[in-house]
Nanobody, 127 residues
Framework: QVQLVESGGGLVQAGGSLRLSCAASGLPFSSYAMGWFRQVPGKERDFVAAVKWSGVSTYYADSVKGRFTISTSNAKSTVYLQMNSLKPEDTAIYYC????????????????????WGQGTQVTVSS
């Protein structure tokens, strides 16, 4: 049974930092990739970042490039999203997701290539 559990969300002032974590279990990590998405109520879920478990290949949304960093810890079966220089427009529920390589290479930024999702963690950035 695949489980993805996010943590690390919270309230932070603009310009501050947060690190989100996603603990994964039940996955054959060597053949999966991970992504972070975010969603504001009433809007579509948007791509934020993605990475292979090896950490070699990374992808970012233009809106977060240079501010956010995605990384993995194979030893801890955890994927991280380090968020720096946060802006009020980064406020959203952040979701962790997992995709098999066979689907992921077709489009790491696409919502529908990810088969497994966490429950989400709220990030609120105050101005």
């Amino acid at each position: 049974q695949v489980q993805l559990v996010e943590s690390g969300g919270g309230l932070v002032q603009a310009g501050g930092s947060l690190r989100l974590s996603c603990a994964a279990s039940g996955l054959p990590f060597s053949s999966y990739a991970m992504g972070w998405f975010r969603q504001v109520p009433g809007k579509e879920r948007d791509f934020v970042a993605a990475v292979k478990w090896s950490g070699v290949s990374t992808y970012y949304a233009d809106s977060v490039k240079g501010r956010f960093t995605i990384s993995t810890s194979n030893a801890k079966s955890t994927v991280y999203l380090q968020m720096n220089s946060l802006k009020p427009e980064d406020t959203a529920i952040y979701y962790c997701a997992a995709a098999a390589f066979s689907s992921w290479y077709a489009g790491p930024r696409k919502l529908d290539v990810y088969a497994y999702w966490g429950q989400g963690t709220q990030v609120t950035v105050s101005s």
